[in-house]
């Protein structure tokens, strides 16, 4: 949506007239997070954690679990096929405990909570697509169908959108004041929420404003809770030059929020697309990503898409870069792969599509290993995004191909 400039920007005046008449035209970019208490994300690395279980064990267990929390009450559903033995319930039990569900009479603990599992094996039909009987090599067909999108852009030096970057800051933030003893005031569930004003070249200005939830205990009042917020949580990791006298900041907007996690919201797992990935920038193929092996490409294939967008960005063959995969259930190979830079390439578009399909190898199965996508890893992007954890060790945020990607990019330029 496009805003009048006068509005909003520095120079305008006191009646709201721009100082100068040719200002440009600024838009809003909105992005959210949530804290690892909040209902959805519990379902999410309930699913991951069993996952990562599973892989421990056996590192090529088909996996696909769905969790929802309500209440005092875990259900888990899906299927599974693998030679591990893994106690489901004692895991689940461990991630709500890990998250910081341990407080009795709080309506959602640990050791309270109900558990319910109802896991088949995977469906035969589906297993027949995925598993390809060759000799001497291992050659995969895609779990399912679908369109997977990755993005990447030089706002940040992750290469990540500026929005959710600061979004999830404020989360993992939020998250960390609790558990350093500091705030035992603080629950586990939270959200976050940045609107940032962008310019006519697609480039951040200010943020316009901030949004913080936090459950909390009946013993603080609303003011020294926003007190806290602003100095421990806010001040720590925005950076003052994103800030305006006129940045709105809304800190429980509510004024309370005692009642959180399943206790007081149902919770399931895939609920948070937009914030595992990139928030309202770029597109999602509205596959889930938690609780699935690797043979599903929603995953797998998203993750791909990201690792070829930002090395793109990082060999400065674009300054934002958005690549789509398409796969057919049972595909060794996707039925597309399409790149979206919009306008701020720096080769001729034909050339770039022939680099990253010679740099970049899209079978299933190669994408599996070239990611490493077998280990158990996935707990860990089940909060605070799947993308721009460079601390984190995922293959998928390497930048490892860009200097490949520029030298190609260099000398075809030169043959033509």
């Keep these: 949506m496009y805003i009048d400039q006068r509005i909003f920007h520095p120079l305008a005046g006191k009646d709201g007239c721009a100082m100068k008449r040719d200002e440009k035209r600024i838009y809003y970019v909105s992005s959210e997070s949530v804290t690892e208490g909040h209902p959805d994300k519990v379902c999410d690395q309930i699913a991951d954690g069993i996952l990562d279980a599973y892989l421990a064990q056996d590192e090529r267990a088909r996996v696909a679990v769905e969790v929802m929390v309500s209440k005092d009450t875990v259900m888990l559903a899906g299927e599974i096929t693998s030679t591990a033995q893994v106690d489901i319930p004692m895991v689940t039990r461990e991630i709500i405990r890990r998250i910081g569900y341990i407080e009795k009479g709080r309506g959602f603990d640990a050791e309270s909570c109900v558990i319910l599992t109802n896991i088949s094996k995977q469906s035969a039909d589906i297993s027949r697509g995925v598993t390809k009987p060759v000799i001497g090599k291992e050659i995969l067909g895609g779990g399912d169908q679908g369109i997977m999108y990755g993005y990447a852009s030089d706002e940040t030096s992750n290469l990540m959108p500026l929005p959710i970057e600061l979004s999830h800051r404020l989360t993992r933030q939020l998250a960390k004041v609790r558990k350093s003893g500091k705030a035992d005031f603080i629950y586990p569930d939270g959200k976050s929420q940045i609107t940032m004003l962008y310019n006519e070249e697609h480039r951040p200005l200010y943020i316009h404003s901030i949004v913080i939830s936090t459950q909390h205990s009946e013993s603080i009042s609303h003011e020294e809770l926003e007190k806290f917020i602003r100095s421990e949580v806010i001040e720590p990791v925005i950076d003052k030059k994103w800030l305006r006298e006129e940045t709105l900041i809304h800190i429980n907007p509510t004024g309370r929020f005692v009642i959180g996690g399943p206790a007081g919201d149902t919770g399931v797992t895939g609920r948070k697309l937009m914030v595992d990935s990139y928030g309202t920038i770029g597109k999602h193929g509205g596959g889930a990503f938690s609780g699935k092996d690797s043979t599903k490409v929603d995953r797998s294939a998203t993750y791909m898409a990201r690792y070829v967008a930002k090395n793109i960005v990082a060999a400065g063959l674009a300054r934002k870069c958005e690549v789509s995969i398409t796969y057919v259930i049972g595909g060794i190979k996707p039925e597309s792969i399409d790149i979206e830079t919009f306008g701020t390439e720096t ?23 070239d990611l490493e996508l077998r280990k158990p890893q996935f707990i860990k992007t089940a909060a605070y995004g799947h993308f721009g954890r460079e601390d984190e060790g995922f293959r998928w945020e390497d930048t490892d191909k860009a200097e490949m990607l520029r030298e190609l990019a260099k000398q075809l330029s030169a043959e033509r």
């Excluded at 001729?348 to 740099?359: A, E, N």
């Excluded at 190898?361 to 290993?369: D, G, L, M, N």
Aim: with cysteine.
């Design 347 to 369: 080769i001729d578009m034909r050339l770039l599509q022939s680099i990253v399909k010679h740099t970049f190898c899209f079978e299933v199965a190669e994408v599996i290993h």
